[in-house]
């Protein structure tokens, strides 16, 4: 099936660092979600975006919804340890009933 | 808080077995989905339900039945478990203004 582009596919970064993790699609959706999975669990959601260029927030974590409605954005600050997992993207159009998901970035924080 | 709650967070099943996942949510969402999740494969949508005994087949239904008795419960059935069906199984809902999609906690099916 149809995965969204995630990019970095994964990273190390030490702690008290921003990260910047971004998808990418060839079709536009109405709406973007970012996902946090720790190993043996299920994904938990972060963010839900619904505007293109619209930009949210939640504590530590801001995403941005693409202006081109094909992208989204998701950054990361003064990262900590309980950081570390795989983070990814959906996109949904309504209507559709069918989420797309991101192939995943892993992060993995250095203390 | 969304809630959505599966029976069992590991099985192990033989070869040949009728295997149900039972998934249960609390907000009262319409949209229901079951999807497995493989490594290098992403997540691969099942089947999902937009009402009460309605029902749509994903990407993968072969070899799965789902049933909708109730709003808040979407079961999985796996008619006679094969070994290629190991996998991770997440059972997911969708309040139908938001889009937002919320998952369980997984069930890890081991078939041997």
């Known amino acids: 099936g149809q995965q969204l582009n995630q990019s970095p596919q994964s990273m190390f970064i030490q702690e008290g660092e921003d990260v910047s993790m971004n998808c990418t699609s060839s079709?536009?959706?109405?709406?973007w979600l970012w996902y946090k999975q720790d190993p043996g669990e299920g994904p938990v959601l972060l963010i839900a975006?619904?505007?293109?260029?619209e930009l949210t927030s939640n504590g530590r974590l801001t995403a941005q919804f693409g202006t081109t409605r094909k992208d989204s954005f998701l950054n990361i600050s003064a990262s900590i340890p309980s950081d570390v997992g795989i983070y990814f993207c959906?996109?949904?159009?309504?209507?559709?009933?069918?989420?797309?998901f991101g192939t995943g970035t892993r992060l993995k924080v250095l203390a | 808080d969304v809630k959505v709650t599966q029976s069992s967070r590991y099985l192990v099943k033989r070869t040949g077995e009728k295997v149900f996942l039972e998934c249960v949510q609390d907000?009262?969402?319409?949209?229901m989905f079951w999807y497995r999740q493989d490594p290098g494969l992403g997540l691969r949508l099942i089947y999902f339900?937009?009402?009460?005994?309605?029902?749509e087949k994903g990407d993968i239904p072969e070899g799965y039945s789902v049933s909708r008795e109730k709003k808040e419960r979407f079961s999985l059935i796996l008619e006679s478990a094969s070994t290629n069906q190991t996998s991770m199984y997440l059972c997911?809902?969708?309040?139908?203004?938001?889009?937002?999609?919320?998952f369980g906690p997984g069930t890890r099916l081991t078939v041997t």
């Open positions: 079709s536009i959706f109405n709406t």
């Open positions: 339900s937009y009402d009460v005994k309605m029902k």
């Open positions: 959906a996109g949904y159009t309504s209507g559709t009933y069918k989420y797309i």
């Open positions: 907000m009262d969402h319409e949209n």
């Open positions: 997911a809902s969708t309040e139908g203004q938001t889009y937002e999609q919320y």
């Open positions: 975006l619904y505007k293109a260029g």
